[in-house]
C-alpha cells in the first residue's frame, strides 16, 4: 500500500480539477489512473472510490458539513473544502478506513499545503462528523441521494414517486464493467478462456443477449481480448440499441452523431463484413476516438466521417437502410456512471437539447430510404427527449413504429414494445437509463 497521504494528495488533485474547475469526472480520472498506473490495484481502486464516491455523495456530504461546521461550505477555502468533502465522504461512507484515519491524514494534507491555521479547524469538524454520524437525519431523499432537488421534482414528475426514488437510489450503487463480444470473431469459449486466464470473471446479463457483467478486473485496457478487438466495453443499456437495430446482409447503415462508436461497430459485427456502416461526428478528436476503435475491432466494413448532424448531406438522401440517430441528451440516465452530469444539468440545458434533437431529426430523416428505419436513442430518463421527441418526429414525418415485441429476449416485456420503444430505468433495470425507438420509413409518401 503506498503512503496515506500521498495517495490522498492525488485524490484532492482529481478532485479540485471536477469539484472547483468544472471537469468532467470520467476524463479527468481516466488521465490519473494512467498517469498512476503504477499504483498497486487496491490504491488505485482507492483513489477511484473516493473521487466517484465524494462526488456522487457531494450535496449529502455538503448538508452533514454545513450542520456542523460555523463556517459553511460555500465560503471555505477552495482547498481546505476539497480535503474536508473527501474526508467526510471516507468517515460517512468507507467502512475500511478508520475515521481517526481520514482525519488524521486530512490534518496532514493541509498542513503540507500550507494551511497549518486551519489544520484544528479540519480536525474538530471531521472528528465531529464522525462522532454524530449514526445520527444523520436527512431532510428529505433528495438530500439523502444527493440530488438537486428541481431535478428530484422532474424525476418525480416524469415517473411515479416511488420509481423516482428507486432511480434516484440505483444512481449511488457501485456500476458494473460491462461488455459484449465480437460475434464475428472467435468463438464465446475461446474469449471466456482468455479473460479466465487474466482472473476475469463473465456473466450474461440478460438471458440470449450478448451482454456480459465483468469481475475481477484491475485495468481494463490490459485485457489481451480487449487489445485484439475481442471485447468492447459497453453498458448493457447500449448495447441493447445494438441489438434493436433491424439489419440484412449487405446493408448501409448511417451512425449520424457516433463517438465513442460502440453502437456503430455493433452494427458492423452483426453485419458478418458485409455492407457498410459510416460514422460520423462533429469533433475531429472524437472522430479519432472512432478510429482508434475501428482500426482494434479489425472491422472492414465501417469508417468514420467528420461533419455535423445539422447539416444536410444532399449525396445520402434515401440511401440509407438504417440511419441511427443516439443524439446528444441530457445523459441524466448515466449518473451512476458519470455523477457530475446532475450538478451541471439546468432545466435551460433540458430544454436546449430537446431542440437540438428536434433539429437533427428534421434533417436525418432524409437519410433513410422508403422501407428502411431510423433508430433514435438517448442515454437520459427525461419524458421530454424520449417519448415526447418521439411522438413528435412521428407527427411531422412519414414514420410508422415497428415492434419491437421478443427482440430483447424473455427478460423484457414491456408493452411499449409493440409500440416500436422502451425506457430502460436505473433501479428497475440492471443498466443505465436509456431509450431507444425504432421507427420505419412509410413506402408511399
Known amino acids: 500500500m503506498s503512503d496515506g497521504t500521498a495517495l490522498r494528495e492525488i485524490a484532492a488533485e482529481i478532485l479540485t480539477e471536477v469539484l472547483e474547475r468544472g471537469q468532467p469526472i470520467h476524463t479527468v480520472l481516466f488521465a490519473a489512473l494512467s498517469k498512476y498506473q503504477y499504483l498497486e490495484k487496491a490504491d488505485r481502486s482507492f483513489l477511484r472510490r473516493v473521487a466517484e464516491g465524494t462526488t456522487e455523495r457531494l450535496i449529502s456530504i455538503d448538508y452533514v458539513l454545513d ?18 468533502r473527501m474526508s467526510a465522504y471516507q468517515i460517512l461512507y468507507l467502512d475500511r478506513v478508520p475515521d481517526s484515519a481520514a482525519c488524521n491524514e486530512a490534518v496532514k494534507l493541509v498542513k503540507k499545503r500550507g494551511f497549518a491555521g486551519l489544520s484544528g479547524f479540519v480536525n474538530g469538524v471531521l472528528r465531529t ?44 450503487e457501485e456500476r458494473p464493467l460491462t461488455m459484449r463480444f465480437k460475434e464475428s470473431g472467435e468463438s464465446e469459449a475461446a474469449i471466456l478462456a482468455s479473460l479466465q486466464a487474466q482472473g476475469v470473471s463473465a456473466r450474461r446479463i440478460f438471458e440470449g443477449i450478448n ?12 485485457l489481451a481480448a480487449f487489445q485484439k478487438g475481442q471485447i468492447q466495453f459497453q453498458d448493457a443499456s447500449s448495447i441493447l440499441c445494438g441489438e434493436a437495430v433491424p439489419l440484412k446482409e449487405g446493408d ?3 451512425d449520424v452523431c457516433a463517438a465513442p462508436g460502440g453502437k456503430g461497430l455493433h452494427c458492423a459485427d452483426r ?19 472512432i478510429e482508434e476503435n475501428i482500426r ?36 441524466l440516465g448515466i449518473i451512476g456512471r458519470k455523477p457530475d452530469i446532475k450538478y451541471r444539468a439546468t432545466p435551460e440545458g433540458l430544454a436546449n437539447l430537446e431542440a437540438l434533437q428536434r433539429e437533427i431529426l428534421s434533417v436525418v430523416w432524409r437519410y433513410v430510404k422508403p ?19 418521439r411522438a413528435w418526429f412521428l407527427r411531422e414525418f412519414p414514420f410508422e413504429p415497428v415492434d419491437l415485441s421478443g427482440r430483447f429476449g424473455p427478460s423484457f416485456g414491456e408493452e411499449s414494445l409493440r409500440e416500436g420503444f422502451i425506457q430502460l430505468l436505473p433501479g428497475i433495470h440492471p443498466c443505465d437509463g436509456f431509450f431507444i425507438a425504432v421507427m420505419r420509413r412509410k413506402r408511399e409518401e
Open 271 to 289: 453485419l458478418r463484413g458485409s455492407g457498410q456502416v459510416i460514422m460520423r461526428d462533429i469533433s475531429g478528436h472524437k472522430c479519432a476516438q
Open 67 to 84: 450542520s456542523v461546521s460555523r463556517t459553511k461550505v460555500a465560503r471555505m477555502k477552495p482547498y481546505i473544502r476539497t480535503v474536508l
Open 296 to 331: 482494434r475491432s479489425r472491422l472492414a466494413n465501417v469508417r468514420a466521417a467528420l461533419w455535423d448532424a445539422r447539416k444536410p448531406d444532399p449525396a445520402l438522401e434515401g440511401k440509407a437502410d438504417v440511419v441511427l440517430a443516439d443524439l446528444p441528451c441530457s445523459g
Open 371 to 389: 422501407g428502411g428505419c431510423l433508430v433514435y436513442s438517448t442515454c437520459t430518463v427525461n419524458r421530454r427527449e424520449n417519448e415526447e421527441n
Open 129 to 172: 462528523v464522525s462522532r454524530k454520524k449514526e445520527h444523520i437525519a436527512y431532510p428529505d431523499t433528495a438530500t439523502a441521494c444527493s440530488m438537486p432537488a428541481w431535478l428530484a421534482e422532474r424525476l418525480e414528475g416524469w415517473y411515479q414517486k416511488e420509481t423516482a426514488k428507486a432511480m434516484m437510489r440505483a444512481f449511488l
Open 211 to 222: 451482454a456480459w457483467e465483468l469481475t475481477g478486473v484491475d485495468y481494463p485496457e490490459a
Open 252 to 254: 448501409l447503415v448511417l
